[in-house]
């Protein structure tokens, strides 16, 4: 078993050491293999995602990663984690949020966003004219039935109750109609009972009435903004796993970014990171060791380990070595 590492920048590389650490200790022999992307890669060698970072995704069984900075203000500039989705083509962004602990967090949530992750306004495609941009935002079949098909089985094969669509069709009547008019179709027969809501209505159910949520199927930034929102309220950013998934290739990341104001100060949550590595082991069918490493967070905040952002005072390395304990004990049991 071969994992792509990629740090990036900020507290990238911080968050993505701990998820490194909890992974030797479950699965000693996984080799992790470390690659170059972001802010940094480009002042060291000149380009923000080398090709030979590319190669090493598309020769590992998945990637992890951790975040990277965007430059201010330059010209032609694509994020790296945009190309990396659209060029391995992993569709499915799945997001899982819920509080770590009881009483941890705003709002008790657990909801499931998945996100088309190719298009929608995420094309880059802006054409500028004398007094203005237009941007092309794409919403095609395609792309809708694959999605809405991954978040039904996904939904199903969890054990879920309930599948949201997640659109504004009321007024992009043509393209969040058609993501619409395909999600009911593709939801005909499931055992969840699937309906659909406007997604400024989604973002304050969200608040108010959050068990309503269940499994959210959405287009690419209503995904990308409720996932945040999903996250603050379950206790912050650092808290909230994502998998980019593919039908070749997988990515796992956490959905914060750099968090430049609390980079190498060792204070930065490692949860996210941490959950998300354990998507990964879910992913590669090491289903045991997934629950073991959830499990040893869980029980590392249930017992009162936080990390700043939670009300603690734990660093991100102190919670981190507390979380690899909790699995050697659970193994030695
Ligand atoms: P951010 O997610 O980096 O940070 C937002 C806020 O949440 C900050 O106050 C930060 O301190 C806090 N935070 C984030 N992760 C945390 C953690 N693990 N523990 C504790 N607190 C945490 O978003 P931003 O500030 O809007 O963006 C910073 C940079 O990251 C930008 O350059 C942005 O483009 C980039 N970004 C990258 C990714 C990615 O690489 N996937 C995602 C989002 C943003
Ligand atoms: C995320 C991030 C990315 C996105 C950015 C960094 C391009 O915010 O993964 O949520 O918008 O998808
Ligand atoms: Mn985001």
Redesign the pocket.
């Known amino acids: 078993m071969r994992i792509a590492v990629l740090p ?1 920048d ?3 590389p911080e ?1 993505i050491r701990a998820a490194e650490a909890a992974l030797r200790e479950l699965v000693p022999e996984m080799e992790l293999v470390h690659g170059d992307v972001g802010l940094e890669c480009h002042s060291r060698r000149g380009e923000y995602l080398p090709e030979e970072t590319i190669d090493l995704i598309k020769g590992t069984d998945a990637a992890l ?1 951790g ?4 430059p201010l203000r330059t010209e032609g500039y694509r994020s790296p ?1 945009l190309t990396m989705r659209k060029e391995l083509d992993l569709y499915a962004n799945l997001r899982p949020v819920k509080n770590l602990a009881p009483g941890v967090g705003l709002v008790d949530l657990d909801v499931i966003i998945v996100r088309e992750n190719t298009e929608g306004m995420y094309t880059g495609d802006e054409s500028v004219d004398a007094d203005g941009v237009t941007l092309g935002r794409r919403v095609s079949r395609r792309a809708c039935e694959r999605i809405c098909r991954f978040a039904r089985e996904h939904g199903e094969s969890s054990g879920r109750s309930r599948l949201t669509c997640v659109h504004k069709a009321n007024v992009l009547r043509r393209s969040d109609g058609l993501f619409r008019d395909v999600f009911y179709d593709t939801a005909t027969g499931s055992h969840m009972s699937c309906g659909d809501m406007l997604v400024d209505a989604a973002a304050a159910e969200m608040v108010v009435r959050p068990e309503a949520l269940d499994v959210i199927v959405t287009l690419n930034l209503y995904g990308d903004i409720l996932s945040d929102e999903a996250a603050a309220l379950a206790g ?3 808290v909230a796993p994502s998998a980019n998934i593919g039908d070749r290739h997988a990515l796992f ?2 959905v ?7 980079a190498g100060r060792n ?4 949860s ?1 990171a941490l959950l998300s590595a354990a998507m990964m082991l879910e992913h590669l069918d090491m289903e045991d060791e997934a629950d073991a490493l959830r499990s040893a967070l869980r029980g590392t905040v249930a017992a009162g380990g936080r ?1 700043r ?1 939670l009300g603690g005072n734990l660093g991100t390395e102190e919670f981190a070595s507390l979380v690899v304990e909790g699995l050697r004990r659970r193994r030695a049991l």
């Open positions: 990036g900020g507290i990238g968050v990663f975040a990277i900075s965007t984690i912050g950013l650092g990341e956490p914060h970014g750099s968090a430049p104001d609390i204070v930065a949550n490692p996210a990390t952002d």
